[in-house]
């Protein structure tokens, strides 16, 4: 499989707007917010979806998750927020590299397009 733009900001090879980096997952504004707060967070870990997750993974998906809360809370976002992973085609998925959106700062309808 060919190298994917997440892989390559992981990797330091092409700039993100980075708010952490750790030794398992990184958080970076994404470059078409769909709202005022919208980032994502991904594994160093080159997983391709939520689909492609094995056992081995269960503390990296609880580590992202936390980590999207803490930077939620480092950002001043006290309104709420949603956390999303897109999966698949269907799931409106179009990096296949596993990502967790965070996305706040507005009202986000319910039920989502
Ligand atoms: P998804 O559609 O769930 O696969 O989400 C992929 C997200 O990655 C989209 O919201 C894109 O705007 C975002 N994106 C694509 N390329 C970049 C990039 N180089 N830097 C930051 N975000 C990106």
């Known amino acids: ?5 997440f892989a390559k900001i992981a990797a ?7 708010v952490h980096d750790d030794d398992r997952c990184l958080v970076f504004h994404d470059v078409a917010p769909q709202a005022p707060f919208h ?3 991904i ?8 689909a492609a997750l094995g056992p081995d993974d269960e503390s990296l998906v609880g ?13 001043g976002i006290t309104g709420g927020y949603r956390l999303v992973f897109n999966c698949g ?3 409106g998925q179009s990096v296949d590299h596993l990502h967790l959106h965070l996305l706040a700062g ?3 309808g319910w039920p989502p397009g």
């Open 43 to 50: 594994p160093r870990k080159p997983i391709v979806n939520v």
């Open 106 to 108: 507005r009202p986000l």
């Open 12 to 18: 330091g090879s092409i700039p993100a707007d980075i």
């Open 63 to 75: 580590h992202m998750v936390l980590v999207a809360a803490q930077v939620a809370r480092d950002l």
């Open 1 to 5: 499989m060919s190298e994917t733009i």
């Open 89 to 91: 085609r269907d799931g």
């Open 39 to 41: 980032l994502l967070v």
